[in-house]
């Protein structure tokens, strides 16, 4: 079994930082994607950013220069910094995973989404 735990979500003002964190477990043999979407009220969910391969990143335009996103092979951890916050970046954030089990499956994993909300 494969899990993907989230944590870091919250209120916060405008123009003030969040750091989301997401963590992969179980039995896994390697993670060739891992990255961040959102969902906000009433829209499609949409890539927020990603890490591919060995370390190849994209990132949305409407948050390129303010979100950064890293993430540790060794730890299959994942974490989006998030600065400059504006309150359309409210929305549940979803970790997301390309995952290879140690059976040879590879298949997509979703995080339960984390609450972030912009507001004064």
């Known amino acids: 079994q494969v899990q993907l735990v989230e944590s870091g979500g919250g209120l916060v003002q405008p123009g003030r930082s969040l750091r989301l964190f997401c963590a992969a477990s179980?039995?896994?043999?390697?993670?060739?994607?891992m990255g961040w979407y959102r969902q906000a009220p009433g829209k499609e969910r949409e890539l927020v950013a990603r890490?591919?391969?060995?370390?190849?990143?994209n990132y949305s335009g409407s948050v390129k220069g303010r979100f950064t996103i890293s993430k540790d092979n060794e730890k299959n951890t994942v974490s989006l910094e998030m600065n400059s916050l504006q309150p359309e970046d409210t929305a549940v954030y979803y970790c997301?995973?390309?995952?290879?089990?140690?059976?040879?499956?590879?298949?997509?994993?979703w995080g339960q989404g984390t609450q972030v909300t912009v507001s004064s």
């Open positions: 997301h995973a390309l995952i290879r089990t140690n059976s040879g499956v590879q298949s997509d994993y």
């Open positions: 179980g039995s896994i043999f390697s993670i060739p994607a």
């Open positions: 890490i591919i391969g060995s370390g190849t990143t």
